[in-house]
C-alpha cells in the first residue's frame, strides 16, 4: 500500500522568511496530492492541492511542486506571517478527488515574529 | 466547500462506556469519512459510510468496536464503543467535495478516563 513520508517534522522560520515541506510517496499510481493545515483545537483545512497532469500550482503565498518520477512534492511558504504557525500534513490518493488517502506525519511549522 | 458540524466537540469518558459522535453535513453527500488522530500524530481513515449500505472499515477497524451508522445523506454517527484509554484521540468526520477535495469537521477530542 502507499506509505508517505514527511521532513522536517519540526520547522522554525524567522517571519519574512520561506518554508520548505517535503514529502514523499511510494504508490506509483497516486496522482492526487493535497496540503492540509491544522491549527491548534481545529480540523485539518485544504490550504492547496496539485494533480499528476501538472508540475507545479500557485495560490498567492503557497506553491506546491510534484516530482513524479521522483515521487515527490514540496509545499512552499513565501513571506511567513506569525499565522502560518500550524501543523502541516501532506496526504496522497489514487483516486481522482482523494478517496482513500494516506496522509504524512505531519510538519509543525513555527514563524517567529 | 461544505461546513461540516460535529458533536460533541470534546468528552471525558469512563473506561468501559460507549460514546457516539455525530457529523451534520450542510447539504448532500455521496460519502463521508471518519478519521482518527491520536494525540500529536497523523490522521488514520477509518471507515467510509455511503447511505444506505454497511461502512467499509479500514484495516485495524472493525464494526464492533466503531459501529457506524448512515441514515440520510447530510448526517453520520460513529460510535466509540467499550472504551479503554487506547481510545483516546480525535476524531473527526469528513465529505468529498469533488473538485475541493476533502472538507473536515472541527472534530472530537475524546479521553478515556
Known amino acids: 500500500g502507499e506509505n508517505v513520508e514527511q521532513h522536517p517534522s519540526t520547522l522554525s522560520v524567522q517571519e519574512g522568511d520561506s518554508a520548505v515541506i517535503k514529502c514523499t510517496y511510494s504508490?506509483?499510481?497516486?496522482?492526487?496530492f493535497p496540503w492540509y493545515k491544522q491549527e491548534l483545537g481545529k480540523g485539518p483545512q485544504l490550504i492547496i492541492d496539485?494533480?499528476?497532469?501538472?508540475g507545479e500550482k500557485k495560490d498567492q503565498r503557497i506553491a506546491v511542486t510534484l516530482n513524479k518520477t521522483a515521487k515527490h512534492f514540496s509545499l512552499h511558504i513565501t513571506e511567513t506571517q506569525p499565522e502560518d504557525s500550524a501543523v502541516y500534513f501532506c496526504?496522497?490518493?489514487?483516486?481522482?478527488?482523494?478517496?482513500?488517502?494516506?496522509f504524512g506525519p505531519g510538519t509543525r511549522l513555527s514563524v517567529l515574529p | 466547500s461544505a461546513v461540516i458540524s460535529q458533536k460533541p466537540s470534546r468528552d471525558i469518558c469512563q473506561r468501559g462506556t460507549s460514546l457516539t459522535i455525530q457529523c451534520q453535513v450542510d447539504?448532500?453527500?455521496?460519502?463521508m469519512f471518519w478519521y482518527r488522530q491520536q494525540p500529536g500524530q497523523s490522521l488514520t481513515l477509518i471507515a467510509t459510510?455511503?447511505?444506505?449500505?454497511?461502512?467499509?472499515?479500514e484495516s485495524g477497524f472493525v464494526i464492533d468496536k466503531f459501529p457506524i451508522s448512515r441514515p440520510n445523506l447530510t448526517f453520520s454517527t460513529l460510535t466509540v464503543s467499550n472504551m479503554s484509554p487506547e481510545d483516546s484521540s480525535i476524531y473527526l468526520c469528513?465529505?468529498?467535495?469533488?473538485?475541493?477535495?476533502?472538507?473536515f469537521g472541527s472534530g472530537t477530542r475524546l479521553t478515556v478516563v
Open positions: 469528513s465529505v468529498e467535495r469533488g473538485n475541493y477535495g476533502y472538507t
Open positions: 504508490d506509483s499510481a497516486s496522482n492526487y
Open positions: 496539485i494533480r499528476s497532469n501538472v
Open positions: 496526504a496522497a490518493s489514487r483516486d481522482n478527488y482523494g478517496q482513500n488517502f494516506v
Open positions: 447539504s448532500q453527500v455521496t460519502m
Open positions: 459510510a455511503n447511505q444506505g449500505s454497511e461502512a467499509t472499515y
